[in-house]
Structure formats: structure tokens, C-alpha cells
């Protein structure tokens, strides 16, 4: 197990644990899609935000587990102009790496 720390244009922002991905990881991150991103996302298909598919294609890791933990902050790091985008707070680090996962398993295959 690793611990690695998530900076964004300089900015620390949070302590997370990485683990190796298995099917429990992918499992728990098609929940939390379920859970907390499918009124907004959707996988392949563009919907109120950005589909699955885009987001995995723009951004890095990183980027992407900070836009959960603090979409206000990274939103305008990102240089969008508002966020509709709400925090997930309740949600634990191998929580939130486990999504991060599930949304980067979309990603273009080059």
C-alpha cells in the first residue's frame, strides 16, 4: 500500500491511499457511480456534465480526485467560470478512489 499526496497547480490537497485495482474496486465504483454521479454523468453520453468517457480523456487522476473532494476550488483551477458540480464529502478515501477508477476505465484505449 502506498500513500501519495494530490497537488493541483501547486495546491495540496489531500492524503489518499492507493491500492491495487480489483474486482471489489470495480464493483464499489460502479455503486458510487450509481450512488452519486448518475443524475449528472452519464458513461459515454453527454448529459447535464460531461460524460464518463470525456472526463477520462482530459484529465489526470489527480484531477479527477480532487474535482470530487473540492469541485469550487478545482473547478476555477481548471479555469471554468462557475461549478455546478456539489462536494462529496461523506465520502472516504478508497471510496473516492475506486470512482476515480471506475471513470478513468473509460478512457480511449490508444
Same mark, same amino acid.
Given at each position: 500500500?502506498?500513500?501519495f499526496?494530490? @497537488?493541483?497547480?501547486?495546491?495540496?490537497?489531500? #492524503?489518499?491511499?492507493?491500492h491495487?485495482?480489483?474486482? =471489489?474496486?470495480?464493483e464499489?465504483?460502479?455503486?458510487l457511480?450509481k450512488a452519486?454521479c448518475?443524475?449528472?454523468h452519464?458513461?459515454?453520453?453527454?448529459a447535464?456534465?460531461p460524460s464518463? @468517457?470525456t472526463?477520462a480523456n482530459?484529465?489526470? #487522476?489527480?484531477?479527477?480526485?480532487a474535482?470530487?473532494? =473540492?469541485?469550487e476550488?478545482?473547478?476555477k483551477?481548471l479555469?471554468?467560470r462557475?461549478?455546478?458540480m456539489?462536494?462529496?464529502?461523506d465520502l472516504?478515501?478508497t471510496?473516492?478512489?475506486?470512482?476515480t477508477?471506475?471513470?478513468l476505465?473509460f478512457?480511449d484505449?490508444k
Open positions: 500500500m502506498r500513500v499526496l494530490i @497537488r493541483l497547480s501547486g495546491v495540496l490537497l489531500l #492524503p489518499w491511499i492507493l491495487a485495482g480489483n474486482a =471489489d474496486n470495480e464499489a465504483g460502479s455503486r457511480f452519486y448518475w443524475g449528472c452519464h458513461q459515454t453520453a453527454e447535464f456534465g464518463f @468517457r472526463i482530459k484529465r489526470t #487522476p489527480e484531477q479527477i480526485m474535482q470530487i473532494v =473540492d469541485p476550488r478545482v473547478s483551477t479555469g471554468y462557475r461549478n455546478s456539489p462536494a462529496f464529502n472516504n478515501a471510496e473516492i478512489k475506486a470512482l477508477d471506475f471513470i476505465s478512457k484505449k
